[in-house]
């Protein structure tokens, strides 16, 4: 009887000394917060932009391209743009690329900051893909190939390019 309280209470003690010691662990700083995430989505990050909003748009980096999809399992690019801003803002925008627009207050390319929206016409007259700007000149969507990054100074982004915008 006496071993089980003994053990019992070293395990107790044991347990008290990791609980502390899990509260006393270094953050990672912003200065490697933005060099981690500067590296992984090769854009230049100034350490001003929102770092929930560079997390999750990170984290979908990758993902599977699939029309109509929403997660990361699969996603098209306005599923992309409306899931993240669900997670990061909790805000529900429109589902089209093409309603999307009506999301936001539109601002001129040279205006852009981190997360504001980004919309082409890839297919005729209309409004047909989406992406959100993150710096650099660089922005994330999801594409044939999946969730990527790239420049707006690409020849087809650049010939592409409509508007841009502010979520409202």
């Not at 529900?92 to 309603?99: I, M, N, P, Q, Y």
């Not at 040279?110 to 890839?122: A, C, E, H, P, V």
């Not at 005729?124 to 990054?149: E, L, Q, T």
Request: include cysteine; charge should be positive; charged fraction near 30%.
């Amino acid at each position: 009887m006496k071993t089980k309280k003994s053990i019992l209470y070293l395990l107790a003690i044991s347990f008290t000394i990791s609980l502390a010691s899990c509260g006393s662990t270094k953050k990672q700083s912003n200065k490697d917060f933005y060099s981690y995430y500067s590296k992984e989505l090769g854009v230049n990050l100034t350490g001003k932009e929102d770092k929930e909003l560079i997390r999750v748009m990170a984290a979908w980096k990758g993902s599977p391209y699939k029309y109509g999809g929403t997660s990361k399992s699969g996603t098209d690019c306005s599923g992309f743009v409306g899931s993240v801003y669900s997670e990061v803002y909790d805000k529900k925008l429109h589902r089209t690329s093409r309603d999307m627009i009506k999301d936001v207050r539109k601002i001129s390319k040279k205006s852009l900051d981190t997360g504001d929206l980004i919309f082409f016409k890839t297919s005729g007259r209309k409004i047909s893909h989406v992406g959100i700007y993150i710096n650099d000149n660089k922005f994330i969507h999801a594409a044939s190939k999946g969730v990527v990054v790239n420049d707006l100074d690409q020849s087809y982004y650049k010939k592409a390019y409509y508007k841009s915008g502010k979520v409202k």
